[in-house]
């Protein structure tokens, strides 16, 4: 079946550096990748997406990358600041029946030392 | 900016007792989902819903799940008979037509006794 797998599961850096998180999925048909990043006792908040259509997605300080051969995808943050500390989930949907769908991964709790 | 709104944010109950879990989406949205988080774990997908039908249910989602929209704002996730696996954290999400971006709302802490 669908699924999508997310490393690490933790990830510690100090602030001022980068962190990279690592997202496989198994849905060829999956078209569309979105990262969310999930604060205590809220809701998760889209951060940045990316489209099959698309290699590569910077915003500011966070950049998406996608593979779609490996059917890999990646979150990467540089120059990382204590807000950012927080679990990061990455997903996957599938163009199929239009649905919208979204496979969630694992998560990773991203904790940035000051 | 709009929100999706979840009410209520914690909802304890005793095992066997039905729930409503209620959402109001973005108002402009057509397309609406309910998913699980349980403690410490993955957010999945339990159904997902347009043009007033179910377009998708996971495993999860069997006879004892439900969910309507019965006035056009509201978007309802109904649990006939609870059991103790149930407590988990419930969000809605909606998204706009020809986008994929889903905007999550707050959730819905359940706790099941």
Known sequence: GENVEQHPSTLSVQEGDSAVIKCTYSDSASNYFPWYKQELGKGPQLIIDIRSNVGEKKDQRIAVTLNKTAKHFSLHITETQPEDSAVYFCAASSGSGNTGKLIFGQGTTLQVKP | ?113
């Open chain 2, 1 to 113: 900016e709009p929100e999706v709104t979840q009410t209520p944010s914690h909802q304890v109950t005793q095992m066997g007792q039905e729930v409503i879990l209620r959402c109001v989406p973005i108002s402009n949205h057509l397309y609406f989902y309910w998913y699980r988080q349980i403690l410490g774990q993955k957010v999945e997908f339990l159904v997902s819903f347009y043009n007033n039908e179910i377009s998708e249910k996971s495993e999860i989602f069997d006879d004892q799940f439900s969910v309507e929209r019965p006035d056009g704002s509201n978007f309802t996730l109904k649990i006939r008979s609870t059991k103790l696996e149930d407590s988990a954290m419930y969000f809605c999400a909606s998204m706009s037509q020809g986008y994929n971006e889903q905007f999550f709302g707050p959730g819905t802490r359940l706790t099941v006794l």
